[in-house]
């Protein structure tokens, strides 16, 4: 599989921005969940939403819970990240990931760097 972000950027404090991470590839027929990651200057990096390959169970960080929605693209094969009400502290990249299976390890995008200004 191979994942390919999209959407980053430098946003004012509470604007919005889209993430989209689109995934191709024969064994993508075979994923079984998505995520979006971040990792900001200095800190681990720390997932931040997820969602199954089907649209289901939709989860999210305590810190983003409210502001950011998951969802899938079933037409492009991809997971979007719509994150609203951005903060200085959401800066940091951006990382979309997929696992193969419910034990396999994360199969990770290019980063996309998102900028918050205040």
């Known amino acids: 599989v191979q994942l390919q972000a999209s959407g980053g950027g430098l946003v004012q404090d509470g604007a919005s921005r889209r993430l989209s991470c689109e995934a191709s590839?024969?064994?993508?027929?075979?994923?079984?969940?998505s995520a979006w990651f971040r990792q900001a200057p200095g800190k681990e990096r720390a997932e931040v939403a997820s969602i199954a390959w089907n649209g289901r169970n939709p989860h999210y960080d305590e810190s983003v819970k409210g502001r950011f929605t998951i969802s899938r693209n079933f037409a492009k094969n991809a997971v979007d990240l719509q994150m609203n009400n951005l903060k200085p502290e959401d800066t940091a990249i951006y990382y979309c990931?997929?696992?193969?299976?419910?034990?396999?390890?994360?199969?990770w995008g290019q980063g996309t760097q998102v900028t918050v200004s205040s």
């Open positions: 590839g024969r064994s993508v027929v075979g994923i079984y969940k």
């Open positions: 990931a997929v696992t193969i299976g419910s034990h396999a390890p994360w199969i």
